[in-house]
């Protein structure tokens, strides 16, 4: 209850009354601080937050309800077999530099994005690509090695906006895109700051001047600066526990929708102990999830058994395959040699979800003879020592990115788990085109993990937005962690 009483013991002071008249810049609240702003060479979602379809754009765009539009493509085919696309590119369409957007933009970025060194963490979606080629100036055609089902929503993915060869090499630092706001600056450790581009092709209907995104990682500190009208927005907020304060304010709005953030206990499937099936086993049963999401998140959250999205039409409940089970899970410790006890550590980033969920956990394992290190860290070096380096025995973090099960069969990925199994059904998921036969082998997938407890599934992350009531426009929903600023505007 420390950050509700943080909150409730706000002087009156700092509750205006109303929206400020006239208001044409937004400032939002973020958790994290990006490593970059750069989404195709960065892992970190924080980036996508700041940058996606604000600084930079795809060929489509994902819309709320996860449904695809053109967005730099003004429309396209594609052939009998799912392999062939053919995009029509929009014309006058520039980037923040002045250069003109064209067909050889395309071809460049989703070039060096399956390129040898690319660093896209997407990078699968563009070695899939058999060619790309420019027949005119406003015309693409991706040739695929196999079908992708998938591949328009994926086209609208961070991962996969569009850059110029002029700006590509310092994206990172000075992003350099064709969406309605252009970056103004970076004061690292505090804000980003965006404009709206007077050189927009459709500028008229942009409606805020400005953007500024704010990293403040403390909720109770984010919602303080809510109450007192410095921030008009928290898109991801943990304030579930204070909800029914921020309410009494009649400036501010409340809203709770879904996100593709599955949390999950992250597992080193090669660190010894944890590379045999019982210990993981006992891990799972030893996870209690009520507790974990009273505990960490107030409530606000719905228990997950595998890496998918309950709101899916594809989810499979497993959250009965390993009930919890402390004397199970004990059990299984010494059949897996480990009667006496086990030491793991814990790396933990500075989100309130994993730090807050990483003592609930540590306490949990510890009921059935786990011993755990907590180590917080911040941000960089968990990407570092844990996504990249995977030196880590356990973590705790939310997979955001939308229908993500693949990553299981991606090679060298963190969690380190190998199975020709899982790899074989999702080669199977992501080749076919029909959908009852696509959903079959996802819900394939979906048991696999949870039978080998590759993970502990922990629960999907709700989308809690703080927000002015004078903002219109905002998403409820999440179908990616996007904060999609074009249509947003003050009353």
């Known amino acids: 209850m420390r950050n509700w009483l943080a909150v409730a013991a706000l002087p009156l002071l700092l509750l205006p009354a109303a929206a400020e008249a006239g208001k044409s810049t937004v400032t939002l609240a973020m958790a994290l601080e990006p490593p970059g702003l750069d989404p195709t060479t960065g892992a970190a979602a924080a980036i996508a937050q700041i940058t996606l379809y604000n600084v930079y754009e795809g060929l489509t765009r994902v819309n709320q309800d996860a449904t695809v539009s ?82 328009l929503f994926n086209m609208g993915e961070s991962t996969s906006v569009i850059v110029n060869e002029e700006a590509a090499a310092t994206n990172a630092t000075k992003p350099v895109g064709t969406g309605p706001f252009k970056f103004v600056k970076w004061t690292k450790g505090d804000k980003v700051v965006l404009a709206r581009d007077p050189g927009y092709r459709d500028v008229g209907a942009i409606k805020l001047e400005g953007l500024t995104f704010r990293f403040i990682n403390d909720q109770a500190a984010q919602i303080a600066a809510v109450m007192a009208g410095d921030i008009d927005l928290i898109p991801y907020s943990r304030a579930a526990e204070s909800i029914d304060v921020i309410k009494a304010n009649e400036r501010l709005q409340v809203t709770i929708g879904t996100t593709e953030g599955e949390t999950i206990l992250s597992t080193n499937n090669k660190h010894p102990a944890l590379s045999k099936l019982k210990v993981r086993q006992a891990i799972a049963h030893a996870i209690d999830r009520a507790e974990i999401i009273e505990g960490a998140m107030f409530g606000a959250g719905t228990p997950i058994g595998s890496h998918f999205a309950p709101h899916n039409p594809d989810y499979v409940d497993l959250t009965g395959r390993y009930p919890h089970d402390p004397a199970k899970a004990k059990a299984l410790l010494a059949e897996a040699g480990h009667g006496s006890g086990l030491e793991l550590s814990l790396k933990l980033p500075p989100t309130g979800y994993a730090r807050d969920g990483g003592q609930i956990v540590a306490q949990q394992l510890e009921r059935v003879g786990i011993k755990v290190k907590i180590a917080n860290v911040e941000w960089p070096i968990w990407l570092k020592e844990v996504y990249k380096q995977k030196n880590y025995d356990l973590s705790i973090v939310s997979h955001v990115e939308p229908m993500d ?87």
Do not use: C
């Open 70 to 151: 053109p967005m730099l493509a003004e429309s396209w085919t594609v052939s009998d077999d799912g392999k062939t696309y053919t995009f029509k590119l929009k014309q006058g369409v520039t980037f923040h530099d002045g250069t003109d957007f064209d067909a050889g933009d395309v071809k460049f970025t989703y070039e060096r994005n399956a390129a040898e060194d690319s660093k896209n963490k997407r990078k699968k979606y563009f070695t899939n690509m058999a060619s790309i080629t420019a027949p005119d100036a406003h015309t693409v055609v991706v040739a695929l090695k196999e079908p992708r089902p998938t591949f």
């Open 405 to 491: 099960i693949g990553i299981y069969a991606r090679k060298n990925y963190y969690f380190q788990y190998d199975n020709a199994d899982f790899n074989a059904i999702m080669a199977k998921a992501d080749a076919t085109t029909d959908p009852a036969t696509r959903s079959k082998h996802l819900k394939q997938a979906q048991h696999k993990l949870a039978e080998d407890a590759v993970n502990g599934y922990l629960f999907q992350l709700a989308k809690i937005t703080v927000k002015d009531k004078g903002l219109q426009g905002v998403w409820r929903n999440s179908p990616m962690f996007v904060n999609d600023m074009r249509s947003v505007s003050w009353k």
